[in-house]
């Protein structure tokens, strides 16, 4: 889960490096690294909580 944060970082830095140069391209790569990002660090977020809950329950 640790490329999670930089997917999403990636992704961010390659929108905004599209819109200051039009002649780059990969608008869908970079959007896809910041949804796949995303989606990594809830599902590690959610496992987390889970195994808090989990241990607190005990």
Known sequence: ??????AV????????EMRRNPKKH???RAIFGIVCGSLAMLAAALAMGVGM???LAG
């Open 1 to 6: 889960m640790i490329p999670a944060p930089f």
């Open 9 to 16: 970082l990636c992704g961010l830095l390659a929108i905004r």
């Open 26 to 28: 990969g608008l869908g």
């Open 53 to 55: 809950l989990k241990s």
